[in-house]
């Protein structure tokens, strides 16, 4: 095999950059980045050639040069992150980008990033505003709290709540409510890192309400009640509910501040779930401030809403941090049309994404699961393909016992194992993440919307997913 010849054939590089087709590229991307895939495809094909022992295969190589660099240049000018389909039932999905926000929301904030707004401009006054401003007013009319704001996210508002009420005081929690919200975040380094100290009282399972009354000293600062969102003591348990501690903390003039977690906003039981307790509730049971994500069961954009007695909010707007962990105009925005959608309950389970997932009825999720298995069947795939009863669940560490009664479909390829076809849903231009279970891949569709179940269907069809050897290409 003369490896010599080969090298010689390879294109020169003015001669491909004479070719029409890479003329094309470098005017559709740029002359940077063809240049650099030409270098990196010509590396590539002559380390193979060094390695190949079949001269016609070396040969196709060169004869798909141009092919190969017309590929990495478009890669190159492709965004890393993309949509995905999620298969997994799994509503709040942390991987995922969480909660999902509505086209008709997303559309009203490009019209406003697109372009200059009143982020920070009071229109009324002709002067200087507050970001806040926008949706305060919507947050109190909702919770019945006296003031609100918002930062990054719910980890930063109890950093910045800790930090404006108790830095340099001591703080009381439970050991019971000492939550890791994931990713290694725990509460009480999150709480360190706010210049209070710690002050645990009680045990895993029970904490009484003398617990507290004890702990209470001269450097004392605030009451901390945590949600536990993503687990649940049960069995021989006690807890001192926020309406024990309110008189407890008045006695000895301290704040009780609630981290919720998840925010929920509406009665969840109305819809067959476990009562999640409101942040009404905690409102209305007194607390002085109350902190939740944004992108948890309250379906909007990643953020931490701190709502409350004004005396407090105020000091948190007037804090330092706040100015680290601000909100910028595109959450400022979302969240707005959100908690608008929340004025009407009807409203706020038809168009926020998350909620229309969770309260969808075992009928309706039939009804897709059935149309999905009718598509896909339709595209002729080489695959048994049936209707399954499934289990979703909330996610995002809210609600961890939760099941919902869902529905999806069974995928068994006919000619390739299923450790291959995860791998190739996972390479197709929009992927799918399914879930797996005893060797079948199975696809919830409560997670899923009929232009998923399309898209789906012409991906496997078109890039032949099922058979043997298919055009998706794994790097
Ligand atoms: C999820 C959660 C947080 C963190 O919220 P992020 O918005 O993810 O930062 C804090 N506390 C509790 C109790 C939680 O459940």
């Not at 492709?78 to 969480?98: A, F, S, Y």
């Not at 009928?363 to 002729?380: S, Y």
Request: contains cysteine.
């Amino acid at each position: 095999m003369d490896k010599n010849m080969l090298y010689r054939s390879i294109p020169k590089v003015d001669v491909l950059l004479a070719d029409e087709k890479v003329q094309m590229l470098i005017e559709t991307y740029s002359r940077e980045t063809v240049m650099e895939s030409i270098h990196l495809e010509m590396n590539r094909l002559r380390a193979y050639i060094a390695k190949c022992e079949d001269e016609e295969e070396a040969k196709r190589q060169i004869e798909a040069l141009t092919e190969k660099i017309e590929r990495t240049v478009s890669a190159m000018h492709t965004p890393n992150m993309r949509m995905v389909m999620n298969g997994t039932g799994t509503i709040l999905h942390t991987n995922l980008g969480r909660a999902p926000i509505s086209p008709e929301h997303m559309k009203r904030v490009a019209a406003i990033a697109t372009g200059y707004s009143n982020l920070e401009y009071n229109l009324e006054a002709g002067r200087r505003g507050e970001r806040y401003s926008h949706f305060e007013k919507l947050l109190c009319k909702i919770t019945g709290a006296e003031a609100a704001m918002a930062v990054n996210n719910n980890a930063a508002s109890v950093m910045l709540i800790l930090s404006s009420l108790a830095k340099g005081g001591e703080v009381i929690v439970s050991r019971g409510e000492l939550v890791e919200i994931g990713g290694k975040f725990r509460i009480p380094d999150v709480m360190e890192q706010s210049g209070a100290s710690l002050v645990e009282v009680g045990t895993t399972n029970k904490t009484h309400y003398d617990d507290y009354e004890d702990a209470i000293t001269e450097e004392t600062k605030a009451l901390l009640k945590v949600h536990t969102s993503n687990y649940r003591i049960v069995g021989f348990t006690d807890t001192v509910g926020i309406d024990e501690l309110i008189p407890l903390a008045k006695e000895h003039d301290l704040p009780v501040v609630e981290d919720l977690g998840s925010g929920v906003l509406i009665d969840l039981e109305r819809y067959g779930l476990t009562h999640e307790p409101t942040v009404q509730e905690s409102i209305a049971k007194g607390a002085d401030v109350v902190c939740f994500s944004g992108d948890k069961l309250l379906g909007g954009p990643q953020a931490g809403i701190i709502i409350g007695k004004k005396k407090y909010i105020d000091m948190m707007k007037k804090n330092q941090l706040t100015r680290a962990l601000r909100i910028d105009k595109f959450t400022a925005a979302t969240l707005e049309l959100v908690l608008q959608e929340y004025l009407s309950e009807e409203k706020a389970v038809q168009n926020i994404p998350v909620l229309r997932m969770i309260t969808k009825s075992l009928d309706e999720v039939t009804k897709d699961a059935k149309k999905l298995c009718r598509i896909l069947k339709a595209a002729k795939l080489s695959a048994e393909i049936s209707v399954v009863p499934l289990e979703s669940q909330i996610g995002g560490g809210s609600l961890p016992l939760e099941r919902i009664a869902s529905m999806g479909v069974a995928i068994n390829p006919e000619k390739i194992s299923i450790t291959e076809l995860e791998e190739r849903l996972r390479h197709m231009p929009v992927p799918l993440i399914p879930r797996t279970a005893n060797d079948t891949v199975l696809i919830d569709v409560r997670t899923m919307d009929e232009q998923n179940f399309k898209l789906l269907a012409k991906q496997l069809q078109e890039l032949q997913v099922f058979e043997e050897k298919s055009l998706i290409e794994v790097r």
